[in-house]
């Protein structure tokens, strides 16, 4: 019922930034936790980064706090996530999500996603 739209992804070197957004067809925007979850060739689908529908609980995975910042516009339907000094092992289509969870980090627990977009860090 909720669909997801993700932009923002692309190509860039070591140590520059991107900022991804993802914008949702739904009204009820704000009762939905958001996420972003990553997955890189060969590896599992991990948990980026969420916050809840009231914009105070957030998570970051340790590989990026300090890099990665996630933000939503309840208003405009849409969660962001900007990205500082990134880095090679960032590489990976980069997912938005959308869930009423308990556990957020887990995958499984979100009943909407969108369809990715590609980001790739050259050294």
């Known amino acids: 019922q909720v669909q997801l739209v993700e932009s923002g992804g692309g190509l860039v070197q070591a140590g520059g930034s991107l900022r991804l957004s993802c914008v949702a067809s739904?009204?009820?925007?704000?009762?939905?936790?958001m996420a972003w979850f990553r997955q890189a060739p060969g590896k599992e689908r991990e948990f980026v980064a969420s916050?809840?529908?009231?914009?105070?609980?957030?998570y970051y995975t340790d590989s990026v706090k300090g890099r990665f910042t996630i933000s939503r516009d309840n208003d405009k339907s849409t969660v962001s996530l900007q990205m500082d000094s990134l880095k090679p092992e960032d590489t990976a289509v980069y997912s938005c999500?959308?869930?009423?969870?308990?556990?957020?980090?887990?995958?499984?627990?979100?009943?909407?996603w969108g369809q990715g977009t590609q980001v790739t860090v050259s050294s």
């Open positions: 739904e009204r009820t925007f704000s009762y939905y936790i």
């Open positions: 916050m809840g529908r009231n914009g105070l609980n957030t």
């Open positions: 999500a959308a869930g009423a969870l308990v556990r957020p980090t887990l995958a499984a627990q979100y009943k909407y």
